[in-house]
Every structure is written in C-alpha cells, then in structure tokens.
C-alpha cells in the first residue's frame, strides 16, 4: 500500500473514531438487531462484561478454561483494559497496555479488578489495574489512553500477501477432516476431540494449516484470519480493543514451538504481554494475525505479532514473552 494510500486510510478511520466517541463501553454493543439478540458475541455479554462492585473496582467471571486448567491471559488482558477503559472519559482511546503475569490464575473463583488513576493529562490518560484473586495479584497492567490527534507522520508495513478467509477452513473444519481418516490413531481422535470441545468465543482460518501427521520443523512463523464469534457492531472502539487484547494472547507464545516438533511441553506460562492500538477495526470482522517468534532461550520464548485490517491497515501490534519448559518425546504415532 503506498503511503498517500495509508494517510487516506488512516484519516477515514480517524474519522469513524470520532463519531463512534460519543457511545459508552456499556452500550457500545447495542446496535445489533433486535431481531437477532442470539447473535452478539459471547466476548462482549459475558467475558469482557465486568461486574461494578464499587468506584474503580470491578469482578469478572470466566467463559472458557484452557485444558491447562489455568485462566487464559488474554481474558485477563482484556478485563483489565475494559476495567481501565471505564475510568476514562469518552473523548480517549486506548492506544497500548503493557501486563506482567504475575501468579497462576484460580478458574474456581472470580477476579478482582482494581484500578488506579494515575495521570489524567491533556493528551493522555494513564491507569494502573491490578487483578486480584485471593488477595494477592495475578496481573499487573498499566494502560495508556489519548486523544486523537492529526499527523504528517504516517507510515506501516505492508500487509502479507495471503489467501482471503472465504478461501480457507477454520480450525473445527480442519479437525473434522483429520478425523475423517479411519486409520488415525485413537489417541489422536482423543486430542483432536478434545480441541472441538473447547467453546472457544474466537473463530481461526490458518493460512497454513499444521499437519497433524507429519511433525515437521518449519520456521517460527504463523499466519491466521481471526475474529470474535458473534456480533459486536460499530460500537465503541474501546470495546474493539479490548476484545482484540482477548484475541491477540490465543496461541500466540506457541510461535516459539514450530521449529521443535521432538520436544512436548511440560509447563508453558506468559511472563508479560505488550499490545499497541495503531488503527480503527472491528474486532467481529476477520483480521490477519501474523506471529513470529525472532528468539528462544533460558527456557523463555519470544514473540511478536502485527494484526492487520483486511484492507491492509495495521490494526494493532503485540509482544509477549513467556516460559517454555519441554522435554523430548518419541515419535509421532500420528
């Protein structure tokens, strides 16, 4: 994309940023149909609907756990920057969030979110959440708000060049066709089952897809179409952020992984996850997740991942390192 393009685009989002401003986080979903009320996103009803017990201190409740038995991350994230979200005025944008995970999250109770005013300026906002679970912290967050501001300063990558997500299967589709083959394995039947079984509240189309019978090195680098199931509409873009902080943790430390395919996980936790809000988007539209892991080591892995628009325009990035603790294993019985 040349760049007069990108400042053309970029100038209509901050303009579809503007006269979204208006809408509150509470509400920001209420423009789907009444007709079709089933159809809004499980992220915005449940997941990222924060409970207010008090001023700045909200609890969240859980959607999906992970097999691991341990909170998803980025359902930490995102609650954290909806709770932060609700302490600014209208007229800012979230436009990053740095968290350190500090302790394993407790699936069996809720979170407490606790926020900090700590700067309102004129350009800026920044809070501080701390989510609690039995007292002690299991994240810190500090995020950053702003106001839109015009600039002659533009530029971006350019957006891969990859199949469109009409052309491809989404992860379910995938495993069904695995599944199909009657000389798989029974405890790959058992695995790939497992995965279906997992209600998930994002829909994924790798533009690669793994192969489930050869376990091969490949370059730590991924592609996926991603967005939220259901509907969420215009909306508030404060809302699309923090479903996309949601999204953007999902298989994301796993990049480290693909050169590895003799080695299992034994233990495998986010340290720290960075994100940038770059451009407008809608979090329920398809979006292009690039990941790519450009270091390993010390038992820790390192990634980075841009989320593009399907117009190009880069959306969001994210960084996040974690603990990566395997073993080797025999081969494949798949």
Not at 15 to 39: H, I, K, Q, T
Not at 142 to 147: D, I, N, V
Not at 202 to 214: A, C, T
Not at 266 to 285: G, I, K, V
Request: proline share 6%.
């Amino acid at each position: 994309m040349a760049a007069t393009e990108v400042m053309a685009v970029c100038a209509a989002g901050q303009r579809m940023l503007s006269s979204g401003s208006a809408n509150s986080l509470e509400n920001a979903s209420e423009s789907l149909s009444e007709d079709n009320p089933d159809l809004r996103s499980v992220l915005v009803t449940s997941i990222l609907n924060l409970e207010k017990l008090d001023t700045d201190l909200h609890r969240g409740t859980h959607h999906w756990v992970p097999r691991s038995q341990r909170l998803f991350g980025g359902q930490i994230v995102g609650q954290a920057l909806v709770a932060a979200a609700k302490s600014v005025s209208e007229d800012v944008f979230a436009h990053s969030l740095h968290c350190y995970f500090v302790r394993a999250g407790d699936p069996k109770v809720p979170v407490l979110y606790q926020v900090d005013r700590t700067r309102d300026g004129k350009s800026f906002s920044v809070r501080s959440v701390k989510a609690i679970q039995h007292g002690q912290p299991i994240l810190i967050c500090q995020a950053s708000f702003h106001t839109q501001q015009p600039s002659p300063l533009q530029h971006q990558f350019t957006m891969p060049n990859v199949p469109p997500p009409e052309e491809l299967l989404t992860i379910e589709e995938l495993i069904h066709r695995y599944l199909s083959n009657p000389d798989l394995a029974e405890n790959a039947k058992l695995g790939l089952n497992k995965i279906l079984a997992d209600e998930v509240p994002i829909e994924i189309k790798p533009v690669n897809p793994p192969d489930f019978y050869k376990r091969v090195a490949v370059e730590p680098k991924k592609l996926f179409w991603v967005r939220a199931k259901g509907y969420i509409g215009e909306g508030n873009m404060k809302l699309h952020c923090c479903v996309a902080a949601y999204v953007s943790d999902y298989a994301f430390l796993g990049t480290a992984l693909l050169p590895y395919p003799g080695y299992r996980v034994q233990f495998l936790a986010s340290l720290d996850h960075a994100m940038w809000f770059h451009n407008p988007f809608r979090a329920d539209h398809w979006m292009l997740y690039e990941c790519e892991s450009p270091w390993a080591g010390g038992s820790r892995g390192f990634v980075h991942g841009r989320l593009w628009r399907r117009d190009g325009v880069l959306a969001a990035s994210c960084t996040q390192e974690g603990v990566l603790r395997v073993r080797a294993v025999a081969q494949s019985n798949l």
